[in-house]
């Protein structure tokens, strides 16, 4: 779900075990930490705090004794909306575009390609059964996943059994989704019976959770049929796991990106159609663009978490990861909504039709980004290509200077320090394969010096950044950037606004160039449409990595 953090490393010795164990905090220890927060105290004030601090070290002594797992929530909750911001509540009825006829192609293997409609046709007029379209998808996972590191775990055996009673339904004429009978993939943080759970990292290789997570159970209840388990970066960081790296399909020597590694690289390589990943901070948005894929990040709440790792309660999000934007809808269509146990959640509709009027359409493109790029960059193809389509792109500075990174840093790396607070303290995390400075053990340790005080202040200063930054895309249908330059990226998962990210051209070395369309919070629906508009123009969510043939 984390793509990256910055959080400067504090060399520091401070409240030691063997302190600890003697329940005694001196002058010499509290004049240390005065000069890691940035504090000032005089001896007088030195003198009264000092009794304080013994008394909170024995709660923490309290709380250390108590094993709160990892799916024990925050008694708090993150709203991306404003106090006094309405939304709409009603749902209309959602109707699909699914192909008349649809033939088998001559070379199987390109049934890796077809749309999720495509497929849908074929399996309502039983020109192939779920069982041999699972069956295909599977050999695909088995060959070409140990090629790109991207599978945990296969469920063949489950999915099999999803898949005949897909079947079942068709012969009856039961028809529940366009999911229906059709194969997919997750992201190995979430739970689902009968299978491991590893979140990518050594310690949790052989975790085990008997429950359904919220998505599975929606796809389940459309038909769809899950097919495996993908790879992410150990505990949700980057594109490395305890298997390896995952690797990109278009550049094996390159990684998939990170964090929802598998779900992209699988997806793009046609290993499933469609896959489920995770964001917190880039982790649907960097391997999407790195491997050609069409990744919905949702706002934030708009898919509820239960059964999903917690990293950072106030910033993960559920999304598709697809090859299409089309298909994206698709998906988010039947699994968007919320429950009582994630209390971030929440159900709005989603009323997607597909169509969008372009000249009326309020596009902005954020220039203090694209400008200054290249001529022929695929960023500027994009803006060309949609001048074409009768687009009027408006030129904007996407506020840029509000420490984004370093807020969203900050709020994660204390989130996911409590989240996994007994692996730091056990020290398993010495287990995990990254060891790096700036990766997520060292990370954990580092976030137990920040103060809560300055927990809480961040928490503030991201409410302050919302209130400036929801009214300017307010303004707009869509802003365009590209997917990581500047800061948007951290401002606009603070913010918890949806984007799409997809394929815009190639670069000289044959890799992907994608774009990054932001629309307005709950907007999925007109944000979608408008990157459907531009792929049924161009061509580029339509080419493949070459070798998965």
């Not at 940035?38 to 909170?56: A, E, Y």
């Not at 400075?437 to 103060?451: C, G, H, L, Q, S």
């Amino acid at each position: 779900m984390f793509l990256k953090i910055v959080v400067p490393v504090l060399l520091v010795a401070l409240l030691t075990g063997s302190l600890a164990a003697q329940d005694s905090v001196g002058v010499p220890e509290l004049m240390a930490a005065e000069k890691l927060f940035d504090l000032q105290f005089t001896p007088v004030k030195r003198d009264s705090i000092l009794s304080g601090l013994v008394d909170h070290l024995h709660f923490y002594q309290y709380l250390h004794a108590h094993d709160l797992y990892n799916a024990i929530p925050l008694s708090l909750s993150f709203d991306p909306l404003l106090p006094g911001t309405s939304y709409d509540r009603r749902q209309d009825p959602l109707h699909w575009a699914i192909p008349g006829e649809v033939a088998l192609p001559a070379n199987r293997n390109d049934l890796a390609y077809y749309s999720i409609p495509e497929l849908a046709s074929l399996l309502r007029r039983r020109k192939i059964s779920s069982v041999e379209l699972t069956q295909f998808f599977i050999a695909r996972l088995r060959k070409y996943g140990p090629v790109l590191h991207c599978v945990i775990e296969l469920t063949e055996d489950s999915a099999l059994a999803q898949a005949r009673w897909a079947d079942a339904l068709f012969a009856k004429g039961i028809v529940h989704s366009p999911l229906q009978g059709i194969p997919y993939g997750i992201k190995d943080l979430f739970a689902v019976k009968g299978t491991h759970t590893t979140w990518g990292t050594p310690p949790y290789k052989d975790q085990v959770i008997a429950e359904n997570c919220y998505v599975a159970e929606r796809l389940a209840d459309a038909g769809a049929v899950l097919v495996a388990k993908l790879s992410l970066g150990e505990l949700a960081m980057d594109d490395v796991w305890f298997g390896g790296l995952t690797r990109n399909p278009w550049n094996l020597a390159v990684g998939s990106g990170g964090s929802s590694a598998g779900s992209a690289s699988a997806t793009a390589a046609g290993l499933v159609p469609f896959a489920i990943g995770t964001e917190t901070y880039g982790s649907v948005v960097d391997p999407s663009m790195r491997c050609g894929a069409t990744g919905l990040r949702p706002t934030f709440g708009s898919i509820a978490r239960t059964g999903c790792m917690a990293l950072c309660w106030s910033s993960d999000k559920v999304g598709p990861i697809c090859r299409s934007a089309e298909d994206a809808a698709i998906v988010f269509a039947y699994v968007h909504g919320g429950d009582s146990i994630d209390v971030s959640s929440r159900f709005v509709p989603f009323n997607y039709t597909g169509k969008v009027d372009l000249a009326r359409m309020k596009v902005a493109y954020t220039r203090n980004y694209i400008d200054s790029l290249p001529e022929g960059s695929p960023e500027k193809q994009t803006l060309m290509i949609l001048r074409k389509l009768g687009v009027k792109l408006i030129p904007v500075d996407f506020p840029d200077d509000l420490r984004g990174n370093d807020i969203l840093s900050l709020i994660i790396g204390v989130e996911s320090a409590a989240a996994f607070d007994k692996l730091t303290r056990t020290n398993q995390d010495d287990e995990m394969v990254q060891q790096n400075k700036d990766r997520w053990p060292n990370t954990f340790r580092t976030a137990r010096f920040v103060p809560a005080v300055e927990y809480v202040n961040a928490c503030r200063m991201r409410t302050s950044i919302m209130q400036k930054v929801d009214p300017f895309i307010a303004k707009y249908d869509i802003i365009i950037a590209p997917p990581e330059t500047g800061d948007q990226l951290a401002i606009t998962n603070l913010t918890g606004h949806p984007s799409v990210t997809l394929p815009v051209g190639y670069r000289p070395d044959g890799t992907p160039g994608s774009i990054s369309f932001i629309g307005q919070l709950y907007g999925e629906a007109r944000l979608l449409a408008f990157a459907k508009a531009f792929q049924d123009a161009t061509p580029y969510n339509k080419q493949h990595p070459k070798g998965f043939e």
